[in-house]
């Protein structure tokens, strides 16, 4: 299940692996799938990413790196070449803590989704933009009103 699990890029759930593990053991159950993943995280040999609201991830790459997830489609990606512990210097000088690990969570719009919604323009500043475009296009024909307003003078 390991080699699963280190073929997937995917950084899957209990369950999502467990979809993809029962097409070749098709007598596994959702259980073991669970227990094996504990047995895993124990040894060291898999990762278990917790998410703020959101579902376990598991990831069975080997060496230490960053994760980055999608607010929009919930994908995670590994963020690769960010050295471990980068900050980790900082942080125990301005904390005076001794720091032993840390869990950070990047997040952000992942490039598919990108381009399948185009600009990135739903943030709530963004509407304030387009009522302030269409008062300037009402403005317009109140200039071209006040070129009439000329002709009805002179009749
Ligand atoms: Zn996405
Ligand atoms: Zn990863």
């Known amino acids: 299940m390991l080699e699963e699990l280190r ?3 995917s950084h899957p759930t209990a369950v999502e692996l467990f979809e993809i593990v029962r097409t070749r053991l098709p007598n596994i159950s959702l ?25 376990a991830r598991f990831d ?29 210097g900082q942080v125990r000088q301005l904390s005076g803590y001794e720091v032993l690990g840390c869990r950070l969570e990047f997040f952000g719009i992942c490039p598919e989704c990108k381009t399948r919604v185009g600009a990135v323009r739903d943030e709530p500043t963004g509407e304030n933009e387009n009522s302030g475009g269409k008062e300037s296009t009402c403005a317009a024909p109140s200039a071209v009103g006040d070129g009439g307003g000329d002709v009805g003078a002179g009749s």
């Open 31 to 55: 259980g073991t799938v669970y227990r094996n993943l504990d047995l895993l995280v124990q040894s060291g040999e898999a990762r278990r990413l917790e998410f703020s609201g959101a579902k």
């Open 7 to 9: 073929k997937l890029d």
């Open 60 to 88: 069975g790459k080997p060496g230490h790196h960053y994760h980055i997830r999608c607010v929009r489609c919930r994908r995670v990606d590994d963020v690769h070449d960010l050295p471990p512990g980068f900050a980790v």
